[in-house]
């Protein structure tokens, strides 16, 4: 079969819920894709923002191998090594209390939310609490994940969703204030928004979130799925800030492109809320994806990813600043780190990344009109000035 011939087979059998892009991908090798006709493709994408070490990293498959060869699953009835590790390393580069695994993004959201819902169920002795979330934000496509995703986009078809959700506006502390009550038990946002259009929290608005919730026993939520696992430059974005939530969701580059995902507790939020009975996951935690975790933290200890993206990430927002300045459909910049957003005036988002993938460019957008450049962490000044050269090209 050509690439066309398996693209139509695809479409056949695979319930068409993605507008997927014209390209059937076969290998990869650093930070590199070739498709099944041996084109290659520089990634700016990296399955969006998973591939934090891009393909073949030395060391990663090694160990994934190794524990194939040792145990895939048990059950969380039992313990294993890999989640014994692994946890460690997550709660010690957190800084906070307590992990619970699960196998995606969406199902960490949904494990934190319960966990706050039982921090205040505890405290209150009834149920019947409500949850603010922001506008723009997105925290996944389950029921109780989508209640909490403000883009009325996603949500229409499915109402009614959870109920007592509220919404506020992002880096708006006054739209936030106005949505509590009594019952409010949980504040959830992103440390920097990724599918709503790439934009940073400010300082004041997380210090001023961690307040309120401290001064009216609210748990706060980070959520980040997308901006954590060195994505900026540190573990965690909110480390940047330098404010902790209660409870914070993690998942994307968490395996490096193993599927798995995590929510984690601090102390209070920990000792209070989630008890045997309460929550649980058949493959959530398994050896095979816990040895995936803990490698990627050994190798971003080892091999200083963090202070990789530290030190590239000035070049990078200064080749893109230069794109700005050199074309009128670049109308600003914005992100952290590795996690870019260029919004594009006057044409539409998609055709550029339609353009890019054609010159061999892999970019994806974000929002309505953002282009999103969310890179393997660990990428060079030289792939930096190749996906320049190609986003020339194609501008
Ligand atoms: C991707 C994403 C999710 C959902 O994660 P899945 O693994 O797709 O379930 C939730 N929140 C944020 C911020 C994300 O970027």
């Not at 109780?144 to 499915?158: I, P, Q």
């Not at 200890?301 to 202070?307: G, N, R, V, W």
């Not at 109308?331 to 870019?340: A, L, P, T, V």
Request: hydrophobic letters at 40%; charged letters at 25%; aromatic letters at 10%.
């Amino acid at each position: 079969m050509n690439m066309l011939e398996q693209m139509e087979e695809a479409e056949v059998n695979i319930l068409h819920t993605y507008n997927r892009f014209p390209v059937v991908f076969q290998r990869g090798e650093g930070c590199y894709l070739y498709d099944t006709e041996g084109k290659k493709y520089l990634d700016f994408a990296a399955g969006i923002a998973v591939n934090a070490l891009g393909y073949h990293y030395p060391g990663y498959d090694e160990a994934l191998k190794e524990q194939i060869d040792k145990l895939i699953h048990i059950s969380n009835l039992y313990y294993n090594q890999p989640i014994i590790e692994a946890g460690a390393k997550l709660v010690l580069t957190s800084r906070m209390s307590k992990a619970f695994f699960t196998n995606s993004g969406t199902e960490a959201i949904e494990g934190a939310l319960k966990a706050a819902k039982k921090y205040a169920y505890a405290r209150d002795g009834h149920a019947d609490h409500e949850i603010i979330a922001m506008n723009h934000s997105f925290h996944g496509r389950s029921i109780g994940a989508l209640s909490v995703t403000g883009n009325a986009h996603y949500r229409e078809a499915f109402e009614p969703l959870m109920g007592g959700v509220k919404f506020a506006d992002f880096n708006d502390l006054e739209s936030v204030k106005a949505q509590i009550t009594d019952k409010t038990c949980a504040i959830i946002t992103e440390t920097v928004q990724g599918e709503g259009g790439i934009y940073p929290a400010e300082k004041e608005f997380l210090e001023g979130l961690r307040k309120i919730c401290d001064e009216k026993d609210i748990i706060l939520i980070f959520d980040e799925i997308q901006c954590g696992m060195g994505r900026t430059g540190y573990y965690f974005a909110w480390q940047a800030y330098g404010v902790q939530p209660d409870i914070m969701t993690c998942a994307k580059a968490l395996g490096s492109g193993v599927p798995v995902g995590a929510f984690v507790l601090n102390e209070k939020a920990a000792a209070s809320s989630l008890e045997p009975g309460d929550h649980g996951t058949t493959y959530g935690g398994n050896p095979f994806a816990c040895a995936a975790v803990s490698k990627v933290f050994s190798i971003f200890e080892k091999d200083m990813i963090l202070a990789h993206v530290q030190e590239l990430t000035p070049y990078l927002e200064e080749k893109l600043d230069a794109l700005k300045e050199k074309y009128d459909c670049i109308s600003e910049r914005r992100g952290m780190g590795f996690m870019q957003g260029l919004v594009i005036t006057g044409r539409p988002v998609g055709e550029i990344v339609k353009k890019a993938l054609d010159a061999g460019l892999l970019v994806i957008s974000a929002g309505s009109d953002v282009l999103r450049l969310v890179p393997p962490l660990v990428i060079t000044k030289a792939h930096v000035d190749e996906m320049v050269g190609i986003l020339e090209e194609v501008l």
